[in-house]
C-alpha cells in the first residue's frame, strides 16, 4: 500500500477531505488540474473556488443545511471553520467573501506539509486506474468533470454513460400540501364512475395509489398563474450550459411562452381526472411524483425550470394547494455530471466495484457547498479508516450526514441530486403538527446521537 492518499480535484470536497487525512498524520496528493487547464465555469487559480453564489445558506439549526454546518463544526471542518472567518452579513444564513474564502482555503492547504498539490489533469496526464494501483483514491471532480477523466471515470464504475443533470424539478413536503384540493390518484384511473356518488368516489381516491398527487386549477386560477410565469425572473446561464441543456430539455417558462394553452396540452393537461371538489374536469392540472420511498417529498412533474428561488416560491406557491407549501429542493437547471450513486457506492462513499476508490462531492449526487463539504469528510474519514485497516466509519440517518449518505447509496430508479432537508431523516417518534418544534426536535436528536 502507498504511503499517501490520493485526492482528484481541488474543490470543495477535496480540499476538505485533504485537510482531514493530513490531520491524521497521513500525506496526501490532491491532484488540480488548475490552472493548467479551468473548466468553462472556472477563472480563479485557487482552491475551493465558489461559482455561484455565495451562501452556504441557513445556520439555524431548524434548517437542515444548518443542522449539516453544526455536524460539520463538530469534526472540525475546516472549509465551514473558514466560511465562518469570512461571513458576509447574510441575516441567519452563512454567506463567504467568495475571493477570500478561497484564498484562504488555499493558503491552509499550501502551508500544510503533509498535502502535496500536483497541477495535472487527471485522465490526460496520468489515469486513475494508475493511482488507484496500490493505493487509496477519492475522486472528488465536481460537476464539470473533464471529458478524458469522465471517460475513464465511466470505464472503472461500468457505466455506459455518466449521468447529466440538466434539470430538476422543485421538490415539496408532503405534509405542507392542501390536501382539501389535493387528491391521490394515477391519470386514467381516477374518472368517476356514474353509478358513484361523490363521497363514495372520493373515498375510493383516498384508498388509490399514492405515488401522484394532483392539483386542480379553474380557470382564472391558471391564468394567474401562467401570467406570473413567464413574467418572472430567470437565472442567467454560462453559454456552454445554454446549447448543452436547451437542446434537450424545455424549461417551464420557456414552454409556457410558446401559447397560454401550451401547458394545458402539455404537463398541465386535465385529461383523465375529474377535481374531486366539482365531480368535473379542471382546466388544468398540476401532478407530484413520489420523490422518495417514504413517499414525504414529491417532486412538480414537468416542471424543469430556470427560474430564481425566490421566483419560484412566488409563483408555484399561486399553485391551488401549493400555498404554503415548503420547498425542500427547488428546481435547477445546469451541467452537472455525477454517477448513478444508489448502484455504485455505499454509505461511506466507497466504490463497490473497486474498495480502493471513494467518490466525494456533487459527482456522488450530493447537492450544494455544505453537502459537497460534508461527503468529502466521510470520504476522507473512510479512506483513513482503510488506510489504517480500521472499522469503517458511518454516521447514523437521524443526523444530515448520515441521511445524506444513506441517500445517495440507497437505490431508487429515480434517483437525481439532492440537497439536505429533514425530506430524507426518518420521522420523530412523536407525532408534531408545528413544523418549527418539529425541526427543533429532529436537530435535537441528530445532535444527540451524532
Known amino acids: 500500500m502507498k504511503d499517501y492518499i490520493t485526492i482528484i480535484g481541488g474543490g470543495l470536497a477535496g480540499t476538505e477531505a485533504a485537510y482531514q487525512i493530513a490531520k491524521q498524520g497521513i500525506k496526501v496528493k490532491l491532484y488540480e488540474m488548475k490552472p493548467?487547464?479551468?473548466?468553462?465555469?472556472?477563472?480563479?487559480?485557487?482552491?475551493?473556488?465558489?461559482?455561484?453564489?455565495?451562501?452556504?445558506?441557513?445556520?439555524?439549526?431548524?434548517?437542515?443545511?444548518?443542522?449539516?454546518?453544526?455536524?460539520?463544526?463538530?469534526?472540525?471542518?475546516?472549509?465551514?471553520?473558514?466560511?465562518?472567518?469570512?461571513?458576509?452579513?447574510?441575516?441567519?444564513?452563512?454567506a463567504v467573501d467568495r475571493e477570500i474564502f478561497a484564498e484562504k482555503v488555499t493558503e491552509s492547504i499550501n502551508k500544510n506539509e503533509l498535502i502535496e498539490i500536483v497541477n495535472k489533469e487527471v485522465g490526460e496526464d496520468i489515469s486513475i486506474k494508475d493511482l488507484a494501483k496500490d493505493g487509496i483514491v477519492i475522486i472528488a471532480t465536481g460537476p464539470l468533470t473533464s471529458k478524458p477523466l469522465a471517460k475513464e471515470i465511466q470505464d472503472i464504475t461500468g457505466q455506459d454513460k455518466l449521468y447529466f443533470y440538466d434539470a430538476a424539478a422543485p421538490i415539496v413536503a408532503k405534509e405542507s400540501i392542501d390536501f382539501n384540493i389535493a387528491f391521490f390518484g394515477n391519470r386514467y384511473e381516477e374518472e368517476k364512475q356514474k353509478e358513484e356518488s361523490i363521497e363514495e368516489w372520493k373515498k375510493r381516491l383516498e384508498n388509490q395509489d399514492a405515488s401522484?398527487?394532483?392539483?386542480?386549477?379553474?380557470?382564472?386560477?391558471?391564468?394567474?398563474?401562467?401570467?406570473?410565469?413567464?413574467?418572472?425572473?430567470?437565472?442567467?446561464?454560462?453559454?456552454?450550459?445554454?446549447?448543452?441543456?436547451?437542446?434537450?430539455?424545455?424549461?417551464?417558462?420557456?414552454?409556457?411562452?410558446?401559447?397560454?394553452?401550451?401547458?394545458?396540452?402539455?404537463?398541465?393537461?386535465?385529461?383523465?381526472?375529474?377535481?374531486?371538489?366539482?365531480?368535473?374536469?379542471?382546466?388544468?392540472?398540476?401532478?407530484?411524483?413520489?420523490?422518495?420511498?417514504?413517499?414525504?417529498?414529491?417532486?412538480?412533474?414537468?416542471?424543469?425550470?430556470?427560474?430564481?428561488?425566490?421566483?419560484?416560491?412566488?409563483?408555484?406557491?399561486?399553485?391551488?394547494?401549493?400555498?404554503?407549501?415548503?420547498?425542500v429542493k427547488y428546481g435547477v437547471m445546469h451541467r452537472n455530471t455525477y454517477i448513478n450513486s444508489t448502484t455504485l457506492l455505499d454509505e461511506t462513499y466507497n466504490l463497490k466495484k473497486n474498495r480502493n476508490i471513494f467518490f466525494a462531492g456533487q459527482i456522488t449526487g450530493v447537492e450544494g457547498y455544505v453537502e459537497s463539504i460534508s461527503s468529502g469528510m466521510v470520504a476522507a474519514l473512510n479512506a483513513i479508516a482503510k488506510y489504517k485497516n480500521s472499522k469503517k466509519v458511518t454516521f447514523p440517518n437521524t443526523t444530515i450526514m448520515g441521511a445524506l449518505a444513506k441517500y445517495i447509496s440507497t437505490e431508487n430508479d429515480r434517483f437525481q441530486p439532492m440537497n439536505a432537508n429533514f425530506g430524507i431523516v426518518p420521522e420523530l417518534d412523536e407525532k408534531i403538527k408545528d413544523k418549527k418544534l418539529k425541526y427543533q426536535k429532529m436537530a435535537e436528536r441528530s445532535l444527540k446521537n451524532f
Request: net charge negative.
Open 212 to 327: 401522484y398527487i394532483n392539483l386542480p386549477m379553474n380557470k382564472e386560477e391558471y391564468e394567474t398563474f401562467y401570467n406570473e410565469l413567464i413574467s418572472a425572473e430567470v437565472v442567467t446561464l454560462h453559454d456552454f450550459e445554454k446549447r448543452e441543456i436547451f437542446e434537450g430539455c424545455m424549461p417551464v417558462e420557456i414552454m409556457a411562452k410558446r401559447g397560454v394553452d401550451t401547458l394545458r396540452f402539455g404537463p398541465l393537461k386535465p385529461v383523465g381526472f375529474d377535481d374531486p371538489r366539482i365531480a368535473k374536469r379542471p382546466y388544468a392540472l398540476v401532478q407530484l411524483r413520489q420523490d422518495d420511498t417514504e413517499g414525504k417529498i414529491y417532486n412538480l412533474v414537468g416542471f424543469q425550470t430556470n427560474l430564481k428561488f425566490g421566483e419560484q416560491k412566488r409563483v408555484f406557491s399561486l399553485i391551488p394547494g401549493l400555498e404554503n407549501a415548503e420547498f
Open 36 to 94: 493548467k487547464r479551468y473548466t468553462p465555469a472556472h477563472n480563479n487559480k485557487n482552491l475551493a473556488e465558489i461559482v455561484c453564489s455565495n451562501s452556504f445558506k441557513s445556520n439555524l439549526l431548524t434548517n437542515a443545511c444548518g443542522l449539516l454546518k453544526e455536524e460539520l463544526r463538530r469534526l472540525d471542518s475546516l472549509l465551514i471553520k473558514i466560511a465562518d472567518e469570512t461571513s458576509v452579513p447574510a441575516g441567519q444564513a452563512l
